[in-house]
């Protein structure tokens, strides 16, 4: 109950920035609220009125003021919709900018166990659900709660003896109003989870589109994400019912009110205790008085799906990365290129019982080379990831210059780290972009751009673009082939001019042709930095100074190529005859 509470309260405090424009809106609100409450009063008059004059000689004046009063009537309703309408916008743009910060820095084994899908829908759909609590459903839940207590007053002031019967169908409507908020609320969170199963489901073929279709299983696609439809819709049933059920109810206690007012009022009337118009006025307040009770039952029921979506939104924002809480605030590292791992084990927090690497061992010296080889799958990857910070060792150390990282702060690690990948993975954007991609400002930068890209030998082509290094890549711009690719990611790794530098399968996928271009840009790279290369070819690493053959996870052989191609019943030896021969 007080977690519950206090959950309120949070969603609440959202609003605080914006409290200006929400106090402006709640004011033309009171405005509005004062002419709904005044205009039962009016027709009471006309009414009453009608039955007495016997000419129209006074309708004139009224008529005027009530037209009038219409007009400041629906210019302040627009104001308040457009106020608390766009105040709603503000919070979910903040709100949108905290939670993607929050997920960009969370660590990569976090990505490993959660779905894209989910978490695109975080910033969609469970943040829409939340405008619209945070918006509309206060501005109009006040509005009914004041409308409620003033009909209210009005009724009472009327016929005390009708006010009382109305009275009667009030806590029926806030106990099923509790009823339906509990269920509510543990339903949406259901239905969430659905919806984004199937934002995932959709993502992941789209981007898995050529695969689809190449194997003709358009159907089987299709199929899986109508399962996912379909169970989007069970949940979305549930709910439904739940509402429906809630609505029938408390319709069948308001017009049952109704019925038993309208005898009660027969009576009084026709004992001459009240008139026409008093009882015109009454029911139009005691309908006031019931529609602002329905209303702010239904949009309790909204707050409380909307609660349950939103729970996991701020879970989303609270969430801290395990990397980074590891290591924030701590020493700056300006490395000098050593690398040492001593004893390392681990295995991904998504596969926990298989140990990926185990007690390995291996040291880099300042500016040494050195070759993992072995067969896929061997852990060569890992030990990249567990460099980069990545993800924590379970066991054993990973030292730069002799100082354990973890006294360190990643992000100053990985400013002196550069990466070239089997794939490299470029943005939307121009050539320039992507190769400034390290650089805070690439555009006044261009000509280390340049001179970055000639280094890596992607100038030549580069300006054979029309647009030169203003050329978009990607999705809208032009298909680059992967040797372009790969000397784009080489210049952008260049830029950052690393002490240390990784080199993961960087020319494996490549044809011989831009394979000697990649491989000549790589060398250049390499010079006078920490390099570790992960290769199968040996002309990759014909020129490293040591050499580590991973298998399963551990290191079964170590030395240089002379001593490891000597030895012909070791891995490497069989490794690098396959290849050559
Ligand atoms: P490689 O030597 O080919 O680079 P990897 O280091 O990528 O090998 O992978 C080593 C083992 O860890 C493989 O069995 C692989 O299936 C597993 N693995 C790699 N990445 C993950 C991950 N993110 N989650 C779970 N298991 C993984
Ligand atoms: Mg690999």
């Not at 943040?127 to 619209?132: A, G, H, I, V």
């Not at 690398?339 to 140990?355: M, T």
């Not at 250049?524 to 390099?531: A, F, Q, V």
Request: with cysteine; net charge neutral; proline share 2%.
């Amino acid at each position: 109950m007080k977690k519950a509470k206090a959950g309120h309260l949070r969603r609440l405090q959202l609003v605080k920035p914006f409290i200006g424009r929400i106090l402006l809106g709640f004011t033309v609100m009171l405005v509005a609220i004062v002419i709904q409450l005044s205009f039962p009063k009016a027709v009471s008059y006309f009414v009453d009125t009608i039955a007495k004059e016997s000419s129209t000689d006074w309708l004139l004046v009224p008529a005027i003021l009530v037209f009038i009063t219409f007009i400041v009537y629906c210019t302040v309703t627009a104001l308040r919709f457009y106020l608390f309408e766009s105040t709603g916008d503000m919070i979910v743009r903040r709100l949108r900018e905290r939670l993607y910060s929050s997920i960009i820095r969370q660590e990569i084994g976090f990505f490993d166990t959660t779905k894209t899908g989910e978490l695109t829908s975080r910033l969609t759909v469970d943040l829409d659900m939340l405008k619209d609590a945070l918006s509309m459903n206060i501005a109009i839940m006040t509005r009914s709660f004041i409308v409620g207590i003033g009909g209210f007053v009005m009724i009472f002031g009327i016929s005390p003896l009708l006010s009382v019967i109305v009275m009667f169908t009030l806590p029926i409507t806030i106990l099923l109003t509790k009823w339906l908020g509990r269920k509510v609320r543990l339903k949406s969170m259901a239905l969430q989870e659905s919806l984004s199963g199937s934002l995932h489901t959709a993502q992941e073929s789209f981007s898995n589109i050529r695969i689809i279709q190449a194997f003709n299983q358009s159907k089987k696609a299709i199929k899986t994400y109508s399962a996912a439809a379909e169970s989007v819709l069970e949940h979305s049933l549930e709910n439904s019912k739940l509402m429906a059920t809630f609505q029938g109810l408390s319709t069948f206690a308001s017009f049952s009110t109704l019925l038993v007012m309208m005898i009660v009022a027969a009576v009084l009337i026709s004992k001459g205790s009240m008139t026409i118009g008093e009882l015109t006025s009454f029911i139009l307040y005691a309908g006031m008085v019931s529609m602002s009770v329905n209303s702010i039952s239904s949009l309790w029921g909204q707050w409380m799906r909307s609660y349950g979506a939103t729970e996991r939104v701020f879970e989303l924002l609270d969430r801290v990365s395990k990397i980074q809480t590891y290591k924030e605030g701590m020493e700056i590292a300006q490395l000098q290129g050593k690398v040492e791992f001593d004893q390392l084990s681990f295995a991904y927090p998504g596969r926990q019982e298989k140990e990926v690497l185990s007690t390995f061992s291996l040291t880099i010296e300042s500016g040494e080379k050195v070759a993992l080889v072995g067969p896929s799958g061997a852990g060569k990857t890992t030990v990249v990831n567990l460099l980069l910070g990545f993800y924590e060792p379970h066991e054993g150390y990973i030292r730069f210059d002799g100082i354990d990282a973890s006294s360190l702060d990643y992000r100053s690690i990985r400013e002196s780290i550069a990466i070239v990948e089997q794939e490299p993975v470029l943005f939307s954007g121009t050539i320039a972009e992507n190769i400034g991609y390290a650089l805070s400002n690439p555009l006044d930068r261009l000509d280390e751009i340049e001179h970055a890209a000639e280094m890596a030998n992607a100038h030549d082509f580069i300006v054979n673009f029309p647009k030169g290094y203003q050329t978009a890549v990607g999705e809208k711009g032009v298909q680059l082939s992967g040797g372009q690719k790969q000397r784009i990611a080489i210049a952008r790794a260049v830029i950052k001019n690393p002490k240390i530098l990784i080199l993961d399968e960087a020319t494996s996928a490549l044809d011989s042709e831009s394979e000697l271009l990649v491989q000549d840009a790589l060398n250049k790279l390499m010079y006078g930095r920490t390099t570790i290369i992960i290769a199968h070819r040996y002309s990759t690493i014909a020129q490293v100074d040591k050499l580590v053959v991973l298998n399963r996870g551990e290191v079964i052989q170590y030395g240089t190529h002379q001593t490891l191609i000597e030895n012909e019943e070791g891995m490497y030896h069989k490794l690098m005859s396959n290849q050559m021969g």
